[in-house]
């Protein structure tokens, strides 16, 4: 999942980016609006987290223009992040598009197990998914084959993630690259062939990721 913040509070956007990254997420920050706006001309997130009140804006405003302005790609999800606590300030932010609505200051564990939730919204099936014998728990923060633990980094279980969201797909690199990878990763698709590597290592045989020539990956679903 890759994931664009919209934080002006420099201190707070460190904390919280690198957390996530913890977590296996890819993130993008901004701390203005047009700084923002520059990335969604580029990228489709699956999550945006706006701050409101901005050096050059409100991210309410932004949110409106990703939904109306076809130069924009829309976040499939959005969650609003903000100081503002007033029911007429959560109001508003639903009615302007936003998925869901988070108070500052929050703990970090309810921020995380909030984008599960929109996640799920997207089709994940509560905290475990299942793809033949792979198991993720996405809370847990744990991979299995068979029952076997997989010692995986925070790359491979992001990619890993990804492939299982889309079981029997073709992905290209580029998709990986869009949605595992954030603008600090290496801008190259070979990046992307030395992790696939060392997941289809640690996930031993019989070899449930396949290359098709010349077009992407696949992950085998039974």
């Known amino acids: ?19 996530l990254r913890n977590e296996s997420y890819a993130v993008d920050v901004a701390d203005t609006c047009s700084g923002a706006e520059e990335l969604l001309r ?14 050059d804006g409100d991210g309410l405003d932004l949110l409106r223009r990703a939904a109306a302005d076809p130069e924009l790609r ?40 909030r984008l599960r939730a929109l996640g799920r919204r997207g089709g994940e099936h509560g905290r475990t998914l299942r793809v033949g014998d792979l198991e993720l728990d996405l809370a847990a923060h744990t991979a299995r084959r068979s029952g076997a633990d997989l010692a995986l ?4 279980f992001s990619l ?5 969201h889309h079981p029997g797909e073709l992905l290209s690199a ?5 949605h595992v990878w954030d603008a600090n990763a290496d801008p190259f ?3 992307v062939r030395v992790i696939l ?17 010349g077009a992407g990956y696949r992950l085998e679903a039974p």
């Open 1 to 19: 999942m890759r994931i664009l913040l919209l934080e002006d509070d420099a201190d707070l956007a460190e904390v919280v980016a690198l957390g």
């Open 42 to 55: 580029t990228v489709r997130y699956d999550v945006a987290c706006f701050d409101l009140g901005l050096p």
């Open 74 to 113: 829309r976040p499939r999800r959005s969650l609003v992040l903000t100081a503002r606590d007033a029911v007429d300030d959560r109001v508003a932010g639903l009615d302007a598009g936003a998925d869901d609505y988070l108070v500052k200051p929050f703990h970090f564990a309810e921020l995380v197990a």
């Open 153 to 156: 980094t925070a790359r491979e």
């Open 160 to 164: 890993l993630r990804y492939f299982m």
């Open 174 to 178: 580029e998709d990986l690259l869009e």
């Open 189 to 191: 698709t070979a990046s």
């Open 197 to 213: 590597s060392r997941l289809r290592r640690k996930l031993g045989d019989p070899p449930v990721i396949t290359t098709v020539t």
